[in-house]
């Protein structure tokens, strides 16, 4: 057991992969801005490609190799070593074949179908078939958002133009595309969420696919509006994509906590709004753009309001949704998923306890006064309980009369003590029913260092300390996990 007498910190130190990707990142920015626009000095940027290309390749190679991942998620990253050596293959036949608009375009094409195939690969969240037709459908949403922006932006002013040529149509058009597959397809990930040994890659993934395709959303703008200032600009955003997934793999390598799913990211959830968002501001930009507000403008502007009540509506039963699903319905406490979560998130913070708590004598007050009255001791614990955990713990119910405390970030373990003897001296008679019903309850304490420990590991720790308390006697008693107890067990 351990005992702390000062704060545990817990720093995330950056490795020496991340030094040299941040350095490789400002050479290639350096290199750039060094360059000029035109064809022949493309060969910087190439070379800057290039040289993300070998240091992705390595770093997903190493990544697919992990011999705890999923195997799965191994071949996601073995996918994604692909997408990196489609870079470094280029070079060389650039070299050969010399640097042009359509062979970039041929390379960029293959690279985003290499990258849709490996974010296919990537392992999400256990789900019921309900819940994967409403993620299908939210992503659509973001993928029906996003076709909005490349029509309104690039497609319809190349067709009343009538400039839609072949290269034109590969750099405004099917770029872009490219890109809202890819969108759809972390949108997916996002809503849904991933698997924990895949969730803090999958932001990184996430922030490249998003600049990827605001970079070619951009270029389709200019191409169709004719304001191109030449392309080398564009290599900027793509090396930005190529330090990101190369971050991603890098990250995939760090040591994780727990192997249990996620639900979905929170960014996510407001993705689907974000696209109605932005269709509605320009439906009213092209309303106010035509010269003749009415009766479009007014029509835009009320859709808005309606799909924002709508989607008020909708984010307001999806919370009352959440909520439910993580809380006992009968004492209002967290219930067993959202222990097990919390618990989860706070060992892979810092110093985290559990309290593991039976009730005393319950199954008499259900036998002699009957299951109503039994209610009411359960929620007349259940305050006690709130009246007694700090505002940074959370006290559950686990089902029947066994309840837990999870508490995080603490600075000793003597914290936690002092929280289990408060409960015990808390605990006494209460009326219930106009009866007088002694509450009492055998007490658990385990406490875990940062990262010693799995949630499993530590409630099994917590579970011997309470039957340690209950064998004492039918009074209140609290006592703490010792390695002697795993003997005696």
Excluded at 21 to 26: E, F, P, Q, S, T
Excluded at 290 to 317: E, K
Excluded at 343 to 370: H, Q, R
């Amino acid at each position: 057991m351990h005992t702390w007498t000062t704060r545990v910190p817990s720093p995330r130190r950056l490795s020496g992969a991340y030094i040299g990707l941040g350095v490789l990142y400002v050479a290639a920015m350096l290199g750039l801005a060094g360059s000029s626009a035109l064809p022949e000095d493309f060969m910087a940027a190439e070379a800057a490609r290039f040289a993300f290309g070998l240091f992705g390749v390595s770093a997903a190679v190493r990544a697919a190799r992990l011999p705890h991942l999923p195997r799965r998620l191994r071949q996601a990253w073995a996918a994604v070593a692909g997408c990196f050596a489609v870079l470094v293959v280029s070079a060389p036949v650039l070299l050969v074949i010399g640097t042009s608009e359509t062979a970039d375009a041929v390379i960029h094409v293959i690279f985003v179908v290499a990258l849709l195939i490996a974010l296919q690969l990537f392992p999400l969240a256990r789900t019921s078939r309900r819940g994967q037709v409403k993620t299908a459908v939210d992503a659509l949403t973001v993928l029906v958002g996003g076709s909005m922006v490349l029509w309104y932006t690039a497609f319809d002013p190349l067709l009343q133009s009538g400039r839609l040529t072949v290269d034109v149509t590969v750099s405004a058009v099917l770029y872009p595309i490219g890109d809202l597959a890819l969108l759809f397809s972390v949108s997916r990930a996002l809503l849904r969420g991933a698997d924990d040994t895949a969730r803090r890659p999958l932001r990184l993934l996430t922030a490249g696919t998003l600049v990827l395709f605001l970079g070619d959303a951009v270029n389709g703008y200019l191409d169709a509006h004719d304001l191109m200032l030449g392309s080398n600009w564009q290599f900027y955003w793509w090396i930005t994509t190529d330090a990101l997934l190369a971050a991603a793999a890098v990250e995939q390598s760090r040591p994780f906590l727990t192997k249990t799913a996620r639900p979905g990211l929170r960014m996510g959830r407001f993705l689907p709004f974000l696209a109605v968002i932005v269709a509605h501001a320009m439906m009213f930009e092209a309303a106010v753009k035509s010269g003749d507000f009415s009766p479009w403008g007014g029509l835009a502007l009320g859709g808005a309001a309606l799909s924002a009540l709508v989607l008020y509506r909708q984010t307001l039963v999806q919370r009352e949704s959440d909520e439910q699903a993580l809380t006992d319905p009968l004492t209002g406490l967290a219930n067993r998923a959202r222990f097990r979560a919390t618990s989860n998130k706070s060992l892979g913070k810092g110093a985290t306890a559990v309290l593991v708590i039976d009730m005393n004598s319950f199954k008499e007050i259900n036998d002699t006064l009957g299951h109503k009255s039994g209610d009411l001791v359960l929620v007349e614990f259940a305050e006690v309980l709130r009246r007694c955990v700090p505002a940074s713990g959370l006290p559950c119910r686990l089902g029947g009369d066994e309840f837990a405390v999870v508490l995080s970030d603490l600075g000793s373990a003597q914290q936690a003590y002092e929280i289990a003897g408060r409960l015990a001296a808390a605990l006494g008679p209460v009326a219930i029913d106009g009866k007088l019903i002694t509450l009492a309850a055998s007490i658990g304490v385990a406490v875990s260092a940062p990262g010693e420990l799995t949630h499993d590991e530590l409630v099994h720790r917590a579970d011997l300390a309470m039957y340690k308390a209950k064998a004492l006697g039918p009074e209140t008693r609290w006592a703490v996990w010792q390695e002697s107890l795993e003997m005696a067990a």
